[in-house]
Every structure is written in C-alpha cells, then in structure tokens.
C-alpha cells in the first residue's frame, strides 16, 4: 500500500489495535467467519435515501435492479448490510431458509452490534425501517456482453413474522421472530458465498462505503491472478455513491472511496492496491478469508 493511501484519522489507534487482533486471530479461531451474498458484493445496495422505488447499479456487464413498494421505499446505508450479513452466515450455518431472529429486540440488535436506542433517530426505529425496506425489497441480476444476455430475478425475503414490541426492546416475547428467505437468494448465499471476518465489519460498521469496499476486495482478491485498473467513473457506477457523473462529481468520489479504503487497509493488511489520477490499481493479494470450498462450515 503506497505512502497515498496510509490512514490518517482521529480514530486510528482503535483501528489499529482491532487490525492486530484480527491478524493475530484468524476468523474462524476467533469464531468471526461470515458469509454476504455474491450479488450484492458485485453491485452494491444504496448509500443514502433514494427518491422513488427503483436503484441501479453496474459493474461491467453486470447490472443489479433493487426495486421496492413505493410506499415502504428502498433499504440504503448501514443496517441493511448488517443484516444481509447476518442472515447470509446464518443460511450458511443452518442450511436452512427458516432463518430464527429470536424473541428479544434488544438481543438481536447486539447480534447485528447495534446499540439500542429510542427515539425518532435512534438505532431501534432505524432497524424496523430498514429491515421492513430490505424485507420488502427485490432484486433482478442481468448479465450482457453485447453476445450473451442473462437474467435472474430474486426475493430477498419471502415471508417474515418479527413480534418485538420497539418500546419494550427487552422485553421477549411468547413467539421467535422469523423469516424466510427467498428461495433464489437462499441458493445464491449457500452455493457461493462470499467469506467475510465479521469482526471487521464490527470495526468500520460506521461506513457503509467501506463495508462494500471490503466485502468486495476480500472477494476479488479470492480469484484475481493479475494487475487490473479500473476506472474511477466505473468504480462510481459500480458502488452507487450519491455523485454526479461529471469530472467534478468523479474527483468527489474517488476522494470518498480513497479515505475509506484506508480505514479497510488498517484491518486488511495483506491487501495490495495503488490508484492514480485516472485508476484504482488492484495487486494479486492474499483474500481476507480464504475461499469457501477450504473452509470447514
């Protein structure tokens, strides 16, 4: 990692010591192994609020569609990551769509590392939105390279029971809160599942550019055999962060996705990148978590 892109932040002691607890300690000793869905490492979920029911993302030739009932709106920032995390390791761990969220509020938000809090802003009224947008929510995934065309529809979530009451968090309650995921996603978690260290999540969970960020590069450095460049204006597309497209809104972007690649450097030591004006500079690294198929789950 060059000299351009060493952290340089107010918190950069806490990252420091939660980066060498997690190079000493590798995820699965530290009992931190977590799954994300493919689909939504390649293109990523909105940041910040979206107008209207419908966000596109492109990567290439990939193109993910979220849409959503005009009256619930689509799920963006922080929380939604969490939870696809969560339920992505969960199907992975159970092999099962039923997925169990408990009977206390409280005790399932310290699952996702949330705090709860009341109010108009706070995490506990945040989290019923948010998982009633992402619940609510589906995804089409097409591929075309101008010779090929492909497409795949998918439910995140094909039923849900959540019975916690947001002014008693602690509170249980007589039945678990369930859901099941949709049969599409549910294949996709369980058949290529993208390894993440959960504990990293927990230390940028204040970012969500930097969840994508990491989520992909421990991704695409499970495979990548040679130096690759890309585009800043193609990396905008590709991670849907709110800028305009012209030269000014692209120097914005790369700004944003520089100073929170630096927070995942910290705990992402092995990682080999550069960029330039006009380039991200990707370097065969060693993946944050070593491919599914040499994993034990």
């Known amino acids: 990692m060059p000299n351009t892109l060493e952290i340089s932040t107010k918190n950069k002691e806490r990252f420091i010591n939660e980066a060498i607890a997690i190079d000493t300690i590798d995820a699965i000793e530290a009992g931190a192994l977590g799954f994300t869905a493919r689909a939504l490492v390649q293109a990523t979920m909105p940041h910040t609020r979206v107008a209207g029911n419908e966000?596109?993302?492109?990567?290439?030739?990939?193109?993910?569609?979220?849409?959503?009932?005009?009256?619930?709106?689509?799920?963006?920032?922080?929380?939604?990551?969490?939870?696809?995390?969560?339920?992505?390791?969960?199907?992975?761990?159970?092999?099962?769509?039923?997925?169990?969220?408990?009977?206390?509020?409280?005790?399932?938000?310290?699952?996702?590392?949330?705090?709860?809090?009341?109010?108009?802003?706070?995490n506990i009224t945040s989290l019923r939105t948010q998982m009633a947008r992402l619940f609510s929510a589906s995804i089409s995934c097409t591929y075309d390279n101008g010779k090929h065309w492909a497409i795949k529809n998918v439910q995140l979530v094909s039923g849900a029971d959540l019975w916690w009451s947001p002014k008693q968090p602690n509170q249980a309650t007589l039945w678990d809160s369930t859901l099941t995921l949709g049969q599409e996603l549910y294949n996709e978690i369980t058949n290529a599942p993208v390894p993440i260290d959960l504990r990293v999540l927990k230390t940028i969970k204040r970012s969500s550019l930097a969840i994508d960020i990491y989520c992909w590069l421990t991704y695409r450095m499970s495979y990548l055999k040679r130096i690759q460049r890309i585009r800043w204006p193609t990396l905008q597309a590709q991670f849907g962060c709110d800028y305009s497209k012209d030269s000014q809104g692209v120097r914005d972007f790369k700004k944003a996705f520089i100073r929170e690649l630096k927070k995942v450097y910290t705990v992402y030591s092995n990682l080999l990148v550069d960029c330039d004006a006009k380039f991200l500079i990707l370097h065969p690294s060693k993946t944050h978590i070593q491919p599914i198929k040499n994993q034990e789950r």
């Open 55 to 122: 966000f596109t993302r492109k990567n290439g030739d990939y193109t993910l569609t979220m849409l959503a009932p005009s009256d619930v709106g689509l799920p963006y920032g922080i929380i939604p990551r969490l939870l696809m995390a969560w339920l992505s390791t969960e199907a992975v761990k159970t092999k099962s769509r039923e997925i169990v969220l408990g009977n206390s509020l409280s005790e399932f938000m310290k699952e996702l590392n949330l705090i709860p809090t009341g109010g108009r802003w706070g």
